[in-house]
């Protein structure tokens, strides 16, 4: 690829005197995700092969199959010169083109970093970017703490997603955004179909967030929830049921949100069923809308109850991807790989924050920034109390004026035989 | 409205002398939904609004709320005048913005008739649009029969709908072909987000489907289906675990579809839970997906599995309109009203077919016509059992073929805070 390596020698004479002496090898980079997939994990991916393509600083960019777990088995893929067509579907394929894992590095056990640090030299890679969640951005954290001592010329920076929206330094987390949109368009959708009706039923929706309800609490923009059930507030069933019970009285219907990590006092998950807490003697099997449908319908108040479950669906679907969220997840990934130019940017998180001028002007814009990967890692941002309203009652005007920017504007899909077109996951190839 | 008397007068003098000769009163039309709603129904109801601003056959369109219920209880609300905004966001509406119902009327019980007879009565009205399934046609076939003999005057027509496509004398059902584009999209993204992982785990996806196997079965066209369950087959507990088994051990994976119908040899239905079939003692609660996703486990083929249930989210939701759908809902619509201009035109129901010479040229043509509701009621068009692979192992390219151009195709959506507009139900303003 003469012109490539024409345009490297030109990128290179362009950096830093202090670059130029150092006459560096050509090196490759490695770009890996990890943990649950998103609706545009792949954006940030497709941004930092996109950024070397534009400026390459490395040689190759290589994909690290199923996290670090596959990069410890040394399965790698390259993705350097992948098309411009593949770039434009890689960015609305939802889930993890390059697969996923949920192996966690523990810093106790220096086997796994020296292994590591074997299959970074046999490549000759120079720097990983590793697109995740909380674990994953501690794994970078524990890297490039490692790397400190024993490999210098290696660096690890961090890529920031997550449907849940927990990380902490951040506005917000690229996936939350479609995830929230999906689950948006299917409760105003769903209540619709529950108002057609006039048997008196309940409706109860559940969506992901085992410890932060950002999610559920997203479902209330459009003003079609009752009542919102969150992990962040302590779960009464007495107190709750009773707010179920003036619904009905009042209109006739209850369309109620459960987050999957709601919980009682004690910490029991509603999803572990309802039988240490009901009085009933048999037991509730499910999550935990199909519990709180159940408690509602032994109770007396209505007959019968409708559960719908979006786990996966709402993750996942890229047909419902928030322009705002795609291309945040995209220029996530190009940050990344452009602030690599700098030698010294090791053990850092590219992430987003909300411009206060423009916020106090009644826009949003977003702000890139980078910070210490420590400061993302295990902490858990849950939904904030003082945008919670009492007694199930939903969310603040305050809560609703973050949310809606985020979901705001569509991609155009590329569409294939009636459904948006996808490219071939990595690691199925 | 002067000038619409203005037009109305045009209209009646280019109709036939028969008619002009009658020199019938102004009169009205009234137009109901029933049934489960789906992403389409309001687009027949458009059709219906805008036929008769565009040629104004009657004085005044009636909505009937909650459908035939509702008629009975005199609940009625005027949409001749609606605006075109609000005709273009009616169109893009999931759910039946009328309200509906599920009553069915009783051939033998002719209080209900002679109510219904008075109610037209009072306001006028010459004709009735049903907007319905199987039930909705018999009841437009009954009060069609009774008035022959009581109220000859009155006159009653179908407009088809359901997501169960099981409607004999049609190619297929307005409102499917949307369930089936969301279903697919589901289908394709959730099998992609399965992919992502290597930790073993089946994958069940429940979609409706009570008497028959369509909107399951067209879950299969884009190839990431492993198994399929239909209720067409009768379920065989030890074959499909077999087939489960030679999928992991192929492959190390399996994606299965589970219509909510499936049962097994002796009637009873997947969803009823698996206790009389399987030899454990406890009871597995939940829906079909559910039951075959515990059976796996339990098995021990492996240890977890993950399942997605997708009841009201598929049918309802209007982000995945398919434009063949909703313009063909539309169309229908505005045939079963034009159709109305004919005195004669009564107890018949407007349908799809499928223009056979363009099909053998492989290109996909609608044809609309009219038949007698008793050939639309009390049948189930189940999915063919010529288009069913043996074992499970889903549809044949046939079927593909079919399947294929409805989901074709997507309406320019006005959207409002990220999400597609709709308007206020008639049922709830």
């Given at each position: 690829?003469?012109h490539?390596l024409?345009?490297?020698?030109l990128?290179?004479m362009?950096?830093?005197?202090?670059?130029e002496?150092?006459h560096r090898?050509?090196?490759?980079?490695?770009?890996a995700?990890?943990?649950?997939?998103?609706?545009?994990?792949n954006a940030s991916?497709?941004?930092?092969?996109?950024?070397?393509?534009l400026n390459?600083l490395?040689?190759?960019?290589l994909?690290?199959?199923?996290?670090?777990?596959?990069?410890?088995?040394?399965?790698?893929?390259?993705l350097?010169?992948?098309?411009?067509?593949?770039?434009?579907?890689?960015?609305?394929?939802?889930?993890?083109?390059?697969?996923?894992?949920?192996?966690k590095?523990?810093?106790?056990?220096?086997?796994?970093?020296?292994?590591?640090?074997?299959v970074?030299?046999?490549h000759?890679?120079e720097t990983?970017f590793?697109?995740?969640?909380?674990?994953?951005?501690d794994?970078?954290d524990a890297l490039?703490?490692?790397?400190?001592e024993?490999?210098?010329?290696?660096r690890?920076?961090g890529?920031?997603k997550?449907?849940?929206n927990d990380?902490?330094?951040?506005?917000?987390?690229?996936?939350?955004?479609?995830a929230a949109?999906?689950?948006?368009?299917?409760?105003h959708?769903?209540?619709?179909?529950?108002?057609?009706?006039?048997?008196?039923?309940?409706?109860v929706?559940?969506?992901?967030g085992?410890?932060?309800?950002?999610?559920?609490?997203s479902?209330?923009?459009t003003?079609d929830?009752?009542?919102?059930?969150?992990?962040?507030?302590?779960?009464?069933?007495?107190?709750?049921l009773?707010?179920?019970?003036?619904?009905?009285?009042?209109?006739g219907s209850?369309y109620i949100?459960?987050?999957?990590?709601?919980?009682y006092?004690?910490?029991t998950y509603?999803s572990a069923?309802?039988?240490?807490?009901?009085g009933?003697a048999?037991?509730v099997?499910?999550?935990?809308?199909?519990t709180?449908k159940?408690?509602?319908?032994d109770?007396?108040i209505?007959?019968?109850g409708?559960?719908q479950d979006?786990?996966?669906?709402?993750?996942s679907s890229?047909?419902a991807?928030?322009?705002?969220?795609v291309?945040?997840?995209?220029?996530?990934g190009?940050?990344?790989?452009?602030?690599?130019?700098?030698?010294?940017f090791t053990g850092?998180?590219?992430?987003?924050r909300?411009?206060p001028?423009?916020?106090?002007?009644?826009?949003?814009?977003?702000?890139?920034?980078?910070?210490?990967?420590?400061?993302?890692?295990?902490f858990?941002?849950?939904?904030?109390?003082?945008?919670?309203l009492?007694n199930?009652?939903?969310?603040t005007?305050?809560?609703v004026?973050?949310?809606?920017p985020?979901?705001?504007?569509?991609?155009?899909?590329?569409?294939?035989?009636g459904i948006?077109?996808?490219?071939?996951?990595?690691?199925?190839?």
């Open positions: 690829m003469p490539v024409g345009s490297i020698i990128v290179r362009r950096q830093s005197d202090q670059r002496q150092e090898p050509m090196s490759t980079c490695l770009v995700q990890s943990g649950g997939p998103t609706a545009v994990i991916l497709a941004g930092v092969i996109r950024a070397n393509q390459p490395y040689d190759r960019v994909g690290g199959i199923h996290g670090i777990e596959g990069v410890l088995a040394d399965q790698l893929y390259d350097t010169d992948l098309s411009e067509h593949d770039l434009e579907l890689l960015r609305q394929t939802p889930s993890s083109a390059l697969g996923t894992c949920r192996y590095l523990k810093r106790d056990d220096e086997a796994d970093f020296r292994r590591l640090a074997d970074m030299d046999a000759d890679i990983m590793y697109i995740g969640g909380n674990d994953s951005m794994t970078v490039a703490e490692w790397a400190a024993n490999a210098p010329s290696k690890f920076i890529i920031p997550t449907v849940d990380l902490v330094p951040v506005d917000h987390c690229p996936g939350f955004p479609s949109k999906v689950a948006c368009q299917i409760t959708a769903t209540r619709l179909d529950y108002d057609a009706y006039t048997r008196p039923e309940v409706f929706l559940e969506v992901m085992r410890d932060a309800g950002w999610l559920a609490a479902c209330c923009i003003g929830v009752d009542l919102l059930v969150l992990p962040e507030v302590a779960f009464d069933r007495d107190a709750f009773a707010e179920v019970r003036a619904k009905f009285e009042a209109t209850c949100v459960v987050s999957e990590g709601a919980r006092a004690d910490g509603l069923g309802d039988t240490a807490h009901d009933f048999h037991a099997l499910g999550g935990a809308a199909q709180v159940q408690m509602i319908v109770t007396g209505v007959p019968r409708v559960v979006l786990s996966r669906a709402a993750r890229n047909f991807q928030s322009l705002v969220d291309t945040e997840a995209y220029d996530l190009m940050s990344a790989h452009m602030r690599s130019a700098d030698p010294a850092q998180v590219v992430g987003i909300r411009n001028e423009a916020a106090a002007e009644g826009r949003y814009e977003a702000e890139l920034f980078a910070g210490p990967a420590s400061e993302f890692a295990n858990v941002k849950r939904f904030p109390a003082e945008w919670i009492p199930y009652q939903g969310i005007p305050e809560a004026a973050y949310f809606r985020l979901i705001e504007g569509e991609p155009k899909l590329v569409m294939k035989g948006p077109a996808t490219i071939v996951p990595f690691n199925k190839r």
